[in-house]
């Protein structure tokens, strides 16, 4: 059984003064260095983007990756020092990324060869920390620290629960796996980014099972919530109702509390998890399940059932819309604004 330790954020977030890199010269040859304390962030999206600030704000000083050189004004204003050279990240002790996937993640740590692109395995200095705070594959997960072993480099999956919201107000609950050397010198930067640290073991690849097997309960529990609500709504009851009592008695939890009145209220807009990212993880969690011979039935409707939505259009929609979709199939109808991606209607003689 894997031990499962917690943590809450600690009161008092050390403050690590911003140091460059320095360079010694032994026998005329360079010889890079730690720049202790400095962080990498690599993932600059609204998660990724509300993190690095709360890191900068603490007082840590972030160099920030990004791809397009129009964000870099943006980026600098909320205190971090952007660049969009990834060698830039390379004399940094820590590096977090959060990327939305394997394939993105492997670019990153191994580089492309493509484009003569070096990645982090490469590029860090050995003793420095790659933080992956991406939800990935079990087997990603493994390579990936792998990879970073044979340079002797630390890695640590430390992927996490809450939305863009919670992560500005530093409410993230952070699952952490890797060796516990690295894991406590990480600690003081969950401090800083969550309110409660797991940790779950040595093995990386454990924190990220967790972090899918959540997400895939969280998908069910919505396409449950939203047949009932459908089958409430078809027999003229008030869902809001409903809501409330399922929260007040059996159903306390923070997914049926933050849904269930979005469902009520049949509040879909897009933004938030979208459907594509539910697929990817609902896929991820169900491959692991055969690959250990378990049957999850439930699972797999509702991999049938964010197919359907995004062949409806609604991939943009956070996963709520799966109890649109619910609905859609028990005849109900809705309104949605139409998205900028998505075509206007046909009009007669077009």
């Known amino acids: 059984m894997t031990r499962v330790e917690k943590h809450s954020r600690s009161v008092h977030v050390p403050v690590v003064p911003s140091a460059r890199s320095t360079a010694q010269r032994t026998n005329g040859q360079s010889v890079r260095t730690l720049s202790k304390g400095v962080i990498g962030f690599i993932g600059l999206g609204r998660m990724g983007t509300a993190m690095a600030a709360n890191l900068a704000t603490a007082g ?7 791809r397009h050189p129009e964000r870099l004004s943006e980026l600098e204003a909320l205190g971090l020092t952007p660049t969009t050279n990834i060698s830039d990240l390379f004399d940094c002790e820590f590096v977090v990324s959060m990327l939305p996937n394997d394939n993105a993640l492997r670019e990153v740590i ?14 860090l200095i050995p003793g420095a920390i790659h933080i992956s705070m991406s939800t990935i594959s079990t087997n990603g997960a493994s390579q990936f620290a792998a990879g970073h072993a044979e340079r002797g480099q630390g890695y640590v999956a430390a ?28 600690r003081p930067l969950f401090d800083i980014l969550g309110q409660q640290t797991f940790l779950v073991g040595s093995e990386p690849s454990a924190a990220n099972l967790i972090k899918l097997a959540g997400n895939t309960m969280t998908a069910t529990t ?17 869902p809001q109702t409903f809501i ?3 929260t007040a008695t059996m159903f306390g939890g923070r997914v049926h509390r933050i849904y269930g009145g979005k469902i009520a209220a049949q509040a879909y807009a897009p933004g938030g998890f979208v459907l594509p990212l539910a697929l990817k993880d609902v896929g991820l969690a169900l491959a692991e399940a055969e690959r250990e011979a378990v ?11 964010l ?6 259009g609604y991939a943009e929609y956070d996963w709520t819309a799966l109890a649109m979709i619910a609905a859609e199939e028990a ?8 998205l900028a991606t998505q075509p206007a209607p046909a009009r007669a003689g077009d």
């Open 295 to 305: 049957p999850m039935p439930s699972v797999g409707v509702v991999r049938d059932r």
């Open 60 to 66: 840590r000083r972030v160099v920030a990756h990004v």
């Open 110 to 123: 191994f580089g492309r060869s493509s484009s003569d692109l070096d990645g982090l395995a490469f590029g």
């Open 244 to 246: 409330d009592i399922l």
């Open 307 to 312: 197919l359907t939505g995004i062949g409806r």
């Open 222 to 238: 919505l396409e449950v919530l939203g047949e009932v609500v459908t089958l409430l709504r078809k027999r003229g009851l008030n």
């Open 331 to 338: 005849g109900l109808e809705f309104k949605l604004p139409r």
């Open 159 to 186: 992927p996490v629960f809450g939305n863009p919201d919670a992560a500005r107000a530093r409410e993230l609950y952070i699952i952490a796996a890797g060796a516990s050397v690295d894991v406590e010198r990480c």
